[in-house]
């Protein structure tokens, strides 16, 4: 069993799973890096880039200053198909793993196949219009893990094991999980863009529960609005890039707003790299700093969660160190008829 010392990360534990077993009121797995996972973010950006395939992967810890970390991992694969009109259809894989706690705790695993068509409009002037819908089928299991305990278990501060302990229905579920979105990009310049999307995740509100005795809960629709600008300056040496991402899920919600500044020294000098350096405030719960350095076809990103919930007396303020590198190929052989790409 958990010891005395865990009791009150057990107990948080045993509260999520409560509200996902009951209510449907736990909010999906996110990145701070919201915009360095596109598959995450809404499945119409599957294939929308400046390029013919990406490579992504993410890597989340939370909360290890004060109990065991929560940890998040994802890794997705995308490919498109340029058409002769400029159009292009896309293809990828999205795998995300989340786990809570190190003995006792949540663990989840989603793999979804995204795909998406994108519908060039070239307008009369310089610029040009992409707009765009995908959709995800996928896989989700969670699983619970370890020996939990309970408040009720613990009396004037000791351990009583023969209290019942709650009566799950089973320790591993799984269904079927779709999601569907839509992205309009406008580009116009030497490579300023804007771009608004949306989406909606579970669309079929799958069941989820693991207590016996509770009625059937089915997890809420998560609804997600983002987007955002780039504003090139000079000859492309440096860019200013605001944007944003909201989300909400049966009265839980979560909005970012920030900006970002890159520098592209392939503008400057022969150095084929950039530097990106920006920052967010996630309302109600977090200031986020991040930079990232590009070279050639690599991205690398680190960013840092600065708590100022309410939970910032646990966490000393420290909340997640959030991990991304991306790889994007550009075929030479393929020439991206008129097709703007979409860069956060």
Aim: charged share 15%; proline share 3%.
């Amino acid at each position: 069993m958990i010891k005395l010392n865990n009791n009150i990360k057990t107990y948080v534990f045993y509260l999520a799973m409560l509200l996902i077993s009951t209510n449907g009121n736990a909010q999906d797995i996110h990145f701070s890096q919201f915009y360095a996972s596109p598959l995450t973010m809404n499945p119409a950006m599957t294939g929308m880039m400046d390029g013919t395939f990406r490579a992504s992967a993410q890597y989340r810890e939370q909360w290890g200053s004060f109990m065991e970390p929560y940890v998040t991992t994802g890794i997705s694969a995308e490919r498109n198909f340029p058409l002769e009109n400029g159009d292009r259809p896309g293809l990828g894989l999205v795998i995300v793993n989340d786990k809570t706690g190190k003995d006792a705790g949540l663990n989840t695993i989603k793999v979804h196949l995204s795909g998406s068509y994108n519908k060039l409009f070239q307008t009369s002037g310089n610029g040009n219009i992409v707009l765009g819908a995908g959709f995800q089928l996928g896989f989700v299991q969670k699983s619970i893990f370890g020996e939990f305990t309970y408040p009720d278990q613990w009396v004037n501060g000791a351990y009583n094991g023969n209290v019942a302990l709650e009566d799950f229905n089973s320790n591993s579920i799984s269904y079927l999980d779709l999601n569907f979105g839509t992205l309009c990009n406008y580009v116009f310049g030497i490579g300023s863009s804007v771009f608004l999307g949306g989406a909606v995740y579970h669309l079929n509100r799958p069941k989820e529960m693991f207590l016996d005795g509770m009625q059937d809960s089915h997890l809420e629709p998560r609804w997600v609005s983002h987007g955002g600008s780039r504003l090139v300056i000079g000859s492309g040496e440096i860019s200013i890039i605001p944007n944003f991402i909201m989300m909400f899920q049966n009265g839980a919600r979560e909005i970012n707003l920030g900006t970002s500044v890159e520098v592209d020294f392939g503008m400057l000098s022969a150095i084929q790299a950039t530097w990106t350096i920006g920052g967010w405030h996630r309302l109600n719960d977090a200031m986020i700093i991040a930079t990232g350095i590009g070279v050639k076809d690599f991205v690398f990103g680190i960013s840092y969660d600065i708590n100022t919930s309410s939970l910032k007396v646990a966490s000393n303020k420290k909340g997640a160190l959030e991990l991304s590198l991306r790889y994007q190929f550009k075929s030479k052989s393929i020439k991206l008829k008129g097709f703007p790409g979409l860069k956060m």
